[in-house]
């Protein structure tokens, strides 16, 4: 009976996955010491009126700004069938005015530049917009430090402590074959933390791949991601204090993270010899 039951014992030793603890590595942080808001005049007008079948993009840059928006001083559009749309660096629609409006500014855009549109149908016109103010925030230094801390594995919960408008960047090593990346923060309670993810370098407000900017805790799921080293910064936009930020790798059949499946013999045969002396004590007592 013994025989048996350590033959069994050996093999689910060599085919059972064991945890392989993470490895020390280093977090790059980025400060920023301070932002500056600024605001000033800017003259920008749609044809006043505008004509029917109307279409036309206005973009408006500032260089360095990390985020703009733009204060229309008055718009006045038909109802449901003329839109004045406002849309982000990467194309994303922030506003849709229809109506009439006055003294609005419009949601703020991440990077140096937003896009103003004028689309327009057939029949009905009416006076257009205009736009009197730019706010643009920038930012006049920033210092990046390396903080010891752990690189990312699948399972494996890291912390972190943040101001407003400080981050941290953390990287994971996603292997071929993935079906899912979950990106799981919990950010401190009364904070706005967000997260920014960029495969192959460190992402930023104004280039990223994919973020989560929900208010509260954020969780983001990327289906089949491609492989390679994934960059997660952590960004506190508002509040300060800890946060955990978790990433769950799934490869079907493969485990991903912080597991091997190779024949880790150390950490075999520590098992191993638990399971035999287990066994002796047993085969004693019986």
């Known amino acids: 009976m013994f025989g048996w039951t350590f033959f069994f014992a050996v093999l689910i030793m060599l ?14 942080r980025s400060v ?38 733009v204060h229309f001083y008055r718009i006045d559009v038909e109802s449901t069938y003329d839109h004045v749309y406002v849309y982000d660096y990467a194309g994303t629609q922030l506003n849709d005015f229809v109506g009439s409006y006055t003294d609005t500014w419009s949601l703020w855009s991440d990077g140096p530049s937003i896009r ?5 149908d057939g029949s009905v016109t009416n006076w257009g917009f205009g736009i009197d103010q730019i706010e643009y925030e920038t930012s006049n230094s920033t210092t990046t430090t390396s903080v010891s801390g752990n ?21 994971i090593d996603v292997d071929s074959g993935c079906a899912r990346m979950e990106v799981v923060l919990r950010g401190p309670s009364g904070a706005d933390f967000d997260l920014y993810g960029r495969l ?35 960004y506190a936009y508002s509040g300060s204090g800890t946060y955990q930020l978790t990433v769950y ?10 597991m091997v499946t190779a024949l880790d013999f150390g950490g075999r045969i520590l098992s191993l010899i638990a399971v035999v002396v287990a066994l002796v004590v047993l085969s004693k007592i019986t």
């Open 249 to 258: 790798l799934s490869y079907g059949t493969v485990t991903g993270g912080g």
């Open 15 to 28: 085919t059972v996955p064991v945890w392989a603890p993470p490895t020390s590595h280093t977090v790059q």
């Open 151 to 171: 690189v990312l594995f699948s399972g494996n919960t890291v912390s972190g402590n943040l101001e407003t408008e400080e981050s941290d960047v953390w990287y």
């Open 116 to 120: 103003v549109r004028l689309k327009t």
């Open 200 to 234: 192959g370098s460190a992402p930023t407000l104004g280039t990223n791949d994919w973020s989560s900017t929900n208010v509260g805790n954020d969780d983001f799921i990327l289906p089949t991601p491609p492989s390679g080293r994934w960059y997660i910064m952590v």
């Open 32 to 69: 920023r010491t301070a932002v500056l808001a600024t605001t000033e005049s800017y003259s920008l007008e749609s044809p006043h009126p505008y004509d029917n079948n109307y279409d036309r993009n206005w973009t408006i840059t500032k260089s360095g700004a990390v985020r703009i928006r």
